[in-house]
């Protein structure tokens, strides 16, 4: 079946660490994306994608960064810049539509926690 | 920057009730406009989408969501809920820029939906 694998599923950081979140699809979408959900927030874009070796800042990129060295594949990594990095992450892929009008397809997230 | 503005942060109905739940958006050009749901445990899911043609807009289990331009909404509505319905709704928007391409949706904040039995 296709669609996006994220994982681990739980993640655990200590201070001062990087961690690096996995996305892998197969749906042969050119576009990727990674959101961060809070509680009452709704989900906000940090990065995102449209094709390999290119990617944009969302609304949210500090103390995040991303690759995008394979069509397949949009790792995000939590750096230690990022105060507050405790939230689900949820990353996503589409078509590249002109206009922007192609559906979205998520991942079932990964669940970063401070210790 | 578009925005997305959904009115009901919680919302609790029974069996049967008939559902709709709000959602504005600002932006002064053309959008594409989207409900996601998320049930307990799994991934958020596609419910329905307005490009372009019949603001009325069929999605999946019943729902449906009517695109008014005049007052910038795209509200989605159910005739008999059920308990399965229960979930978090998310209302999504992004801008048809010119050049196209694939951005980032701008989502509401969710509105949690309770159906007890």
Redesign the interface.
């Known amino acids: 079946d296709g669609g996006i694998t994220q994982s681990p599923k739980y993640l655990f950081r200590k201070e001062g660490q990087n961690v690096t979140l996995s996305c892998e699809q197969n749906l042969n979408h ?2 990727m ?1 990674w ?1 961060r959900q809070d509680p ?6 940090i990065y ?1 994608s ?1 094709i390999v070796n290119d990617f944009q800042k ?2 949210i990129a500090e103390g995040y960064s991303v690759s995008r060295e394979k069509k397949e594949s949009f790792p995000l990594t939590v750096t230690s810049a990022q105060k507050n990095p405790t939230a689900f992450y ?1 990353c ?1 892929s ?16 990964t669940r970063l926690s401070i210790l | 920057a578009q925005s997305v503005s959904q009115h009901n942060h919680h919302v609790i109905l029974s069996e049967a009730a008939s559902l709709e739940l709000g959602c504005n958006y600002s932006y002064g050009g053309t959008v594409n406009l989207f409900w996601y749901v998320q049930y307990p445990g799994q991934h958020l899911q596609l419910l329905l989408k307005y490009f372009s043609g019949d603001p009325l807009v069929k999605g999946i289990k019943g729902f449906e969501a009517e695109f008014i331009k005049s007052k910038f909404s795209f509200n989605l509505r159910k005739p008999s809920v059920q308990w399965s319905d229960t979930a978090e709704y998310f209302c999504a928007v992004n801008a048809r820029g010119s050049g196209g391409g694939a951005d980032g949706l701008t989502f509401g904040k969710g509105t949690h939906l309770i159906i007890q039995p």
Do not use: C, E, T
């Open positions: 050119d576009a994306y959101y009452g927030q709704g989900l906000r874009l995102y449209q969302g609304d949820l996503a589409s078509i590249w539509g002109i206009g922007s009008n192609q559906p979205q397809h998520f991942g079932d997230g």
